[in-house]
């Protein structure tokens, strides 16, 4: 109740019709965003610290499901977080250290 998301300056300039357009355009998921960007912290600590990809890729299953066709874009982000936190989980089984940490 507190947060109210604003419109940005631009749209109060267009008319109905621009605004119901733009309104109809397909968005990102912003969970599909943190899934992948959890996966791939995950895939970076992953070979040292097994329970970030594990939250990660838990993280990424329960939320693949919050994903419209009708509204958002594409689900590639939360098959991209699934991926990478799949491999940190590989790395951490295999004892394997990356060489950029």
């Not at 300039?13 to 968005?27: A, G, I, R």
């Not at 993280?59 to 594409?74: L, M």
């Amino acid at each position: 109740m507190l947060y109210r998301p604003r419109k940005p300056v631009i749209q109060k300039d267009l008319s109905p019709e621009e605004q119901e357009y733009l309104e109809s355009l397909p968005q990102q998921n912003h969970l599909g965003i943190l899934a992948m960007f959890f996966g791939g912290i995950g895939f970076a600590f992953g070979s040292f610290y097994i329970s970030i990809p594990t939250a990660a890729l838990v993280y990424s299953i329960i939320t693949v499901r919050t994903f419209d066709r009708k509204k958002h874009d594409n689900a590639w982000p939360f098959f991209i977080g699934l991926a990478l936190s799949t491999i940190g989980i590989v790395l951490h089984i295999l004892q394997y250290s990356q060489p950029f940490i």
